[in-house]
């Protein structure tokens, strides 16, 4: 499983193809988003979690369409599936790779979005990164079981947000919320359902995943 | 006859509603190189996907090293070496890492030192640390070469392995292949070329339209007395959409 992260970690520090997507895009998403409303104005602060999970999601989706497009060239995805590896580890080790680039992205798209919404720093931030280290948990978990499906299709870059997205709405909801609280000042304590509820999300996608990537890759 | 590294009965696969492989009985032992001849479609590569647990089959029985293949074939695939066309070799890795990789998931003892002999053996130290990208066909497929060898398998499937090399090219993956059968290696590889075929394997089977049509040596066969015989075996049933038409036949006086 590590050679397989280690693989991937290898070719996008070579490449920057889908760090460079993956930032681009969420920067851009936020900067429009942040023109949208009044700078003085109390909406802007409602509004900021959703626009930093609308930016989350925009490139979430774009580096999950990237993540086995590396594998298609090649046909490198019959190489790896000829490895004596259970499929379902090939299935988490796909997945912890696209989680780590997405945290990535995180670590820069954050502090941008606390300035462009004109947030206070200190405030709530290490909830944001719980609810987003949760929240992309759960998003990689599934995106990566329907980017291997959507990956042998003509219509890949549609078919996977048409898959994906109904099915990951819970934990963007649940993202939204905690994102929320948190950046408005208060305790841990009062989000802890949410916080369940996408625990439980990404143990549920996580399992689901690993029993059935075999099929999704199965001709 | 020595162990049986391949058995199957009455072996099928099915892609939606239609039969790429009609109950195949093959029996192949330990140490021999059988070449699989027949046309597009004859289901030469589906056997082989086959046998390498690419695909599960629709029907029968398929014995590896003597163990029937019913747990995925992941403890079969470890004693397996597939080389294709496409070379499974990421492009923006060089040889060396794409080989390091490989050797990994197959939990080959001191990767470095097996990837550093092996890229000496296929002669691509002048490329190693370039990226597969950058390579010719001919390299590349010397290094996917590399990479089914990487773990030592003792079953070499090849699916069309000259496909788009040329004749030196050809000629060096031909003596590979050679060498890589004296060390004991099992050999089955599909191909269009018999003289190829003929240079690497003893033993020719033949498919068409997803059944095995003829099996036997060619140890001292003439490769175009085989060529005859081969588009008998192969020709289309007369009424066939892909037999000759009476018109198509007919020269103009």
Same mark, same amino acid.
């Given at each position: 499983?590590?050679?397989?992260? /280690?693989? %991937?970690?290898?070719?996008?520090? /070579? #490449?920057?193809? !889908?760090?460079?997507?993956?930032?681009?895009?969420? @920067?851009? !998403?936020?900067?429009?988003?942040?023109?949208?409303? %009044?700078? #003085?104005?109390e909406l802007r602060g409602e509004a900021a979690p959703g626009a930093l999970w609308v930016a989350v999601i925009f490139a979430g989706v774009l580096g999950l369409n990237r993540s086995f497009l590396a594998e298609r060239e090649n046909d490198c995805l019959q190489g790896l599936l000829l490895c004596p590896v259970d499929r379902g580890t090939i299935y988490l080790a796909k997945t912890a790779g696209n989680f780590l680039f997405m945290i990535m992205a995180q670590v820069v798209i954050v502090p941008i979005f606390i300035f462009f919404f004109n947030l206070p720093v200190a405030v709530g931030l290490g909830g944001v990164?719980?609810?987003?280290? @949760?929240?992309?948990?759960?998003?990689?978990?599934?995106g990566t079981l329907f980017a291997a499906i959507s990956v042998r299709t003509r219509a890949r870059e549609v078919m996977l947000p048409l898959l994906l997205l109904p099915l990951a709405v819970p934990?963007?909801?649940?993202?939204?919320?905690?994102s929320g609280h948190m950046l408005a000042g208060k305790a841990l304590a009062e989000v802890t359902p949410w916080l369940n509820l996408m625990g439980g999300f990404d143990v549920i996608f996580l399992v689901v995943g690993w029993l059935v990537f075999e099929y999704a890759v199965e001709e | 006859m020595s162990a049986a590294v391949i058995e199957t009965r009455a072996l099928g696969r099915r &892609?939606?509603?239609?039969?790429?492989?009609?109950?195949?009985?093959?029996?192949?032992?330990a140490g021999e190189a059988v070449a699989v001849f027949g046309p597009n479609g004859a289901g030469k590569s589906t056997l082989l996907r086959l046998l390498a647990t690419l695909l599960r089959p629709s029907g029968g029985v398929l014995r590896l090293f003597e163990r029937a293949v019913n747990d995925g074939g992941a403890a079969a695939r470890r004693r397996v070496g597939f080389l294709s066309h496409q070379s499974f070799l990421y492009p923006d890795l060089t040889p060396t890492e794409n080989l390091d990789f490989y050797a990994r998931m &197959?939990?080959?003892p001191q990767p470095p030192e097996r990837v550093r002999a092996l890229i000496e053996r296929v002669g691509l130290t002048g490329w190693a640390h370039r990226p597969v990208r950058t390579l010719s066909r001919g390299l590349e497929q010397r290094c996917a070469l590399a990479r089914a060898l990487v773990h030592?398998?003792?079953?070499?499937?090849?699916d069309e392995p000259f496909t788009g090399l040329d004749v030196d090219? $050809?000629?060096?993956? $031909?003596?590979m292949l050679r060498?890589?059968?004296?060390?004991?290696?099992?050999l089955l590889m599909t191909t269009h070329d018999m003289a190829r075929g003929f240079q690497v394997c003893r033993r020719a089977i033949v498919l068409a339209r997803g059944r095995l049509v003829w099996d036997g040596s060619i140890a001292g066969m003439r490769p175009d007395d085989f060529e005859r015989r081969y588009h008998e075996l192969t020709q289309p049933p007369p009424g066939s959409a892909l037999s000759p038409q009476p018109s198509a036949l007919r020269t103009s006086s």
């Open positions: 499983m590590l050679a397989l992260i /280690r693989k %991937d970690l290898q070719i996008e520090f /070579r #490449t920057k193809e !889908t760090l460079a997507a993956l930032l681009l895009l969420g @920067l851009l !998403t936020l900067v429009v988003l942040s023109f949208a409303f %009044d700078p #003085t104005s990164f719980l609810s987003l280290a @949760l929240g992309l948990l759960g998003f990689a978990a599934i934990i963007f909801i649940a993202g939204v919320k905690v | &892609f939606a509603g239609v039969t790429a492989l009609h109950a195949l009985d093959l029996t192949v032992g &197959f939990r080959v030592e398998p003792e079953l070499l499937l090849l090219a $050809s000629d060096m993956l $031909s003596g060498e890589t059968h004296a060390k004991g290696t099992t």
